[in-house]
């Protein structure tokens, strides 16, 4: 249907944006449907004070350090959205046709009548996000005089010459401000009206329009100290304000990495897991700034990485399947490292303090994995004449092949099976986490240098 008249045919009937939301979250609830895909670890906290502020119909401000899916819990907003709804054709307000906010639609829909063009708007349209930076200006929000269309000939006091800025045009949809402290104060109190009266004001015009729009906003708590602040009447106008966190179960950081991170190899189970405790080690040591917080973005970057380094070294020595190692691991902490801020105190001893937390990330992991295998004909293998080599540019054929004998004992078979391995890469990635554990409970040596690790 493209006419206002075709659409009177229907059961369409026009319904407030908050009242939209809450109507449809409620339903979805009732449904037992989950409105929230892909966020993890929030589902007693976050999410429950989120569903009562839009329950509620409330603004709502997101508080916390980065990385903690803020964003993209706001994003997961339009879900609640209905799929399609009409809007006048030819408006920059995306007006209803049933609620026309503007004299100039009002006197089209007299004049058209039923045959007014109509528009339909898919929720994804309906939302609209804004980073703030310090340079963001009021007519970047709210709007400003279009000296154009003054130029046109029309009056400097006619509401036509007005080019609205993104929150009028975000009308019947969600504004989404991230890192709202870095706008100037004065450009907050321009929002003071938009959130209250839900009108705008623009160089004095007297112009009255019934915004429709939902305003969320993301905040990271220092930033009311380290580079601005909410103004204190923009705080009052949000009703709620909801702390974030990071995942508090190691299921659920596992769960964030294999969902964001873009995976060029296979990284098997135990190295995510691994990946999982070093952040959360990071983010639980006293060395560590904690105040700058350990993003998840370090976690989806490290498993990024390790898979990039098995890519790299499938391609550079001929493998045929890239599988990950902890060798590969090692490398990528040495990549990341820049990314944690660490306390003042602390200099000069960042690298000691990431391996020593990887090693107990890396013991943690395989304990649980290995409880009940028996080691001891592979430490009696290890005499002291013989090695073991492998390194980032040791393929897993080199590295399986560079075994000892273990006689009778199934014990190379029996590590495979405690880490699900299936093929070659993945059994050396397993055999690999077992000399690393031996190691770590100094059953056996380790050296590393120069890419290459030899234990014996």
Known sequence: MSTIGELRATEYTHRPLREEIRENLLARLAASEDPWPGLHGLDNTVIPQVERALIAGHDIVLLGERGQGKTRLLRSMTGLLDEWIPVVADTDLREDPYAPITEATRRRIEKEGDDLPIEWLHRDDRYAEKLATPDTSVADLIGDVDPMRVAEGRRLGDPETIHYGLIPRSN?????????????????????????????????????????????????????????????????????????????????????????????????????????????????????????????????????????????????????????????????????????????????????????????????????????????????????????????????????????????????????????ATDDGTRASAIELAFEALYLSRKISKDSGEGTTIYG
């Open 172 to 420: 019947r949809g969600i504004v989404a401000i991230n890192e709202l402290p870095d706008l100037a104060e004065r450009i907050q109190v321009s929002m003071l009206n938009v959130m209250e009266e839900r009108d705008v004001q623009i160089r004095g015009y007297m112009l009255r329009l019934p915004l429709d729009v939902l305003v969320v906003a993301s905040a990271n708590p220092e930033d009311y100290t380290n580079r601005g602040r909410i103004i204190t009447p923009l705080k009052d106008r949000f009703g709620a304000e909801v702390r974030t966190h990071y995942p508090l179960a190691l299921e659920d950081e596992i769960a964030v990495i294999e969902q964001e991170a873009e995976l060029l190899a296979e990284v098997p189970p135990a190295l995510l897991e691994i990946l999982a405790r070093f952040t959360r080690a990071l983010r639980e040591s006293s060395a560590v700034n904690q105040r700058a917080g350990v993003s998840a973005r370090f976690s989806i970057a490290g498993a990024e990485t390790v898979a990039a380094a098995a890519r790299h070294r499938a391609a550079v020595r001929g493998e045929d399947a890239a599988v990950a190692r902890l060798v590969d691991l090692e490398a990528a902490v040495d990549v990341l490292g820049g990314k944690i801020e660490f306390e003042p105190g602390e200099e000069g001893r960042e690298w000691e303090i990431l391996d020593y937390l990887l090693r107990t990330a890396t013991a943690a992991t395989v304990r649980e994995r290995l409880r009940g295998v028996d080691f001891s004909p592979l430490i009696e293998a290890l005499d002291g004449a013989t090695t073991v080599s492998t390194g980032d540019q040791v393929t897993a054929a080199e590295f399986l092949a560079g075994l000892p004998e273990l006689g009778e004992s199934d014990l190379y078979s029996d590590l495979a099976t405690a880490f699900g």
